[in-house]
């Protein structure tokens, strides 16, 4: 049991404690850091304190929209580039011997491009992922609560095209490998250096492919054309 010294000054600390950084969040900041432990988490995993993660159902319809519109433009130089430089990545994928928290980022993302070697990932389906993105930040910018958080979920949704390595803790329970920040800004760099341009100059013909769901409000066919003259009142 906790005595009531350490009772008194643990009181003393949660008082003074300063609140956290995130606009409108009045709860405690963690031990060096600028966040509450909620808002500290959120921006350990997404990239952003207020950003959240981007769901494969969400995403689905661009990534859709962009493995056509990739498929239609296969001969563009732009394209066979982009994909020739997937492959080399994947091609290039190494694991090292051993995986721990201080392993470096290239080394961790390498591993990543050899899993994905391992599981027969196509480089289409890595730049259908990355079109994808872009459309939906173009489309829905509210999204995305920084460019950060855009970059992040970006390199994210790119390495969960396969699964996490599986590990097991010091009490055998099983886990997946996670994708630790600096893995995201790393890959991050890295896809918006060879393909943002690319993507962005996509993004407009992508989404203007889109086919109408649902009810239209555009006018009606005829809209323009004149309606007949009014015929005179005959005479009694």
Known sequence: MTDPETERRLREARASARPCAFAGCQLPRKELGQFCSTHAK???????AAGRMITTLELSPYRD???AFIDRNRQHPGIIAA???????????????RVTPSTPADQRTSAWFARMRREGVWPESVLAMVFGLYALQADQPATFASDRHFRHMLAYRVLRLV??????????????????????????LLIVGAFG???????????????????????????????SKTPSKEPA
């Open 163 to 188: 699964p996490g390595e599986r590990r097991y803790s010091s009490s055998g329970q099983r886990f997946y490998a996670r994708v630790p920040a600096r893995v995201r800004d790393y890959l991050s």
């Open 65 to 67: 929209l962009a493995e």
């Open 83 to 97: 994909l020739v430089r997937i492959q080399s990545w994947i091609n290039s994928g190494e694991t090292p011997p």
């Open 42 to 48: 959120r921006q350990e995993n997404t990239g952003d």
């Open 197 to 227: 341009a690319l993507a962005l100059k996509a993004t407009p013909h992508l989404l203007a492919s889109r086919k109408p769901v649902g009810p239209s409000a555009e006018p009606v066919p005829g809209t323009d054309t004149p309606f």
